[in-house]
């Protein structure tokens, strides 16, 4: 069976990670700065010390959050590049499972939705390449 539908859900949902890395990175880890920064203008110097510190340390996390989605999208587009038609690869299935679960950890349930219509997909057109008797595994 051809992996079509796969391929093209794949790269629709490794763009729609490569987007939200990047607005991550870019955007709302540069707005949480200014915004944390503006909010410690007005209060005493120790309130200060700490807010910068504490700052820093979300802003790193935010920044580590978005290289972590990057590269998912990387390997989700490399997936779906190297992805076969009429074979059975299982761990593809136990790729596509997991990081859609971590969209839903995340709370992006779009892609949570892309990458569950995926693995159902998948999981159906494994067993159907398993009934017809040429999936090799």
Do not use: C, P
């Amino acid at each position: 069976m051809r992996r079509k539908l796969e391929r093209n859900l794949l790269l629709v949902g490794s763009i729609w990670n490569l987007i939200t890395s990047l607005l991550t990175i870019f955007s709302y880890n540069t707005w949480f700065r200014k915004e944390g920064t503006y909010q410690l203008d007005n209060v005493d110097m120790n309130t200060m010390i700490v807010g910068t510190h504490l700052l820093g340390n979300i802003s790193k996390v935010i920044l580590t959050f978005g290289l972590f989605m990057f590269v998912g999208s990387i390997i989700n587009f490399l997936i779906a590049i190297k992805m076969k038609d009429d074979i059975i690869q299982n761990k593809i299935l136990i790729w596509i499972g997991v990081w859609g679960i971590v969209q839903l950890i995340s709370m992006d349930i779009i892609g949570f939705v892309i990458f569950m219509v995926v693995f159902i997909i998948y999981l159906s057109k494994n067993k159907a390449i398993k009934l017809s008797g040429s999936g090799a595994s």
